[in-house]
């Protein structure tokens, strides 16, 4: 049997999108400077993530959101890590979502398995393995990137990512089908709602895994949203706002979205946000700069930058906060 293969997106300027895919195993560059530039995004395959750390994580995932509200609600509300169901931030923003935000330093993991597990050093295990896996790819992404960009510290990002301070996220995101809905009342006539609205990453690169359920979708410079195809095997890949700041603009903070989920089987993703600590200083790398090119950002830390982040809207561009003068 033939199977066609979907018709690629084409753009006003007619140049047809396809999601790029990285094998970071090739050690080559070029590709994956070109997607950071043109789109901010990729997906990696042939990642050497062990499928058994991958499953183990989102077999606790799932067991977590298939409990009953008030269990989950111990975990909650999120403030900003914990539990939450719908309401995103601080600012009003809600979403046909339920997610579970954690911080990826082990001990605030072993804190916080208490209210969510009742296996805790199991969970633990399983979580902390899961992200020590995604970190060792983030950092392989970011020395390849870094070796492309011919910046003279290959390791000036990665180390960011490692270093035991680091302000790093992992997210559960839970889209429930339309039969076990968070609301009884949806109907027919919403079936275009927002699972997760637009915005952009404030971190460095996020690395996000889901089932085979689709839903994102990410913008294009046309203004055309692309439904991302699922991949379970792969990881997709954004750059976040303050590599978009690092690289003095040439690479792009993609904005994204989730829709809410029409299928019979829910959505589950699993993201990282690579994030330097509080007081790490930003600004374009120097190697960034040139006449041509002139320094586009003031430099700032991450704490400042998480403080306009949370003062702010979900799609509220951030980084035009900290453009220089
Ligand atoms: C978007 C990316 C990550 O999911 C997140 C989100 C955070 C949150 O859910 O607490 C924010 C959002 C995200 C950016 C603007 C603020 C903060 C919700 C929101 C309205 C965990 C992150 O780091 O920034």
Not at 1 to 12: G, K, L, Q
Not at 106 to 127: F, N
């Amino acid at each position: 049997m033939v199977v066609a293969s979907p018709a690629p997106v084409r753009s006003e300027k007619t140049r047809p999108f396809t999601v790029p895919v990285i094998d970071p195993s090739c050690k080559r560059s070029e590709l994956l400077l070109k997607a950071c530039e043109d789109y901010g995004f990729f997906k990696v395959v042939n990642h050497g993530i062990p499928d058994s750390i991958i499953m183990r994580m989102e077999a606790e995932g799932l067991e977590f959101f298939a409990r009953p509200m008030l269990e989950k609600q111990r975990a909650g509300p999120p403030n900003p890590l914990g539990y939450g169901c719908k309401n995103i931030g601080f600012n009003g923003d809600i979403g046909e979502v339920e997610y579970l935000l954690l911080h990826t330093n082990p001990l605030s993991i072993a804190q916080r398995s208490r209210t969510i597990c009742k296996d805790p050093t199991k969970y633990c295990c399983v979580v902390n393995d899961y992200i020590e896996a995604v970190k060792g790819l983030t950092c392989e992404i970011l020395e390849l990137l870094a070796e492309g960009l011919r910046i003279q510290d290959k390791r000036i990002l990665s180390r960011l990512i490692k270093d035991s301070d680091g302000d790093s996220l992992l997210r559960l995101n839970h889209y429930p089908c339309s039969s076990r809905d968070l609301n009884e009342d949806r109907d027919m006539t919403n079936q275009c709602q927002i699972g997760f609205g637009e915005h952009s990453d404030p971190q460095i690169l996020t690395i996000m895994r889901s089932n085979d359920v689709a839903g994102l979708q990410i913008l294009l410079a046309d203004g055309v949203w692309f439904p991302i195809p699922p991949d379970p095997c792969a990881f997709f890949v954004n750059v976040g706002d303050i590599l978009q700041a690092f690289t003095n603009g040439r690479f792009v903070s993609v904005r994204h979205r989730a829709m809410a989920n029409n299928s019979f089987k829910s959505r589950m993703s699993t993201i990282y946000f690579g994030a330097p600590p509080l007081h790490a200083r930003i600004s374009p790398l120097p190697e960034m700069i040139t006449p041509q090119n002139p320094c586009l950002y003031r430099p700032f830390t991450w704490m400042e930058y998480k403080k306009a982040m949370y003062s702010r809207r979900l799609g509220d561009n951030r980084l035009d906060l900290f453009h220089s003068s």
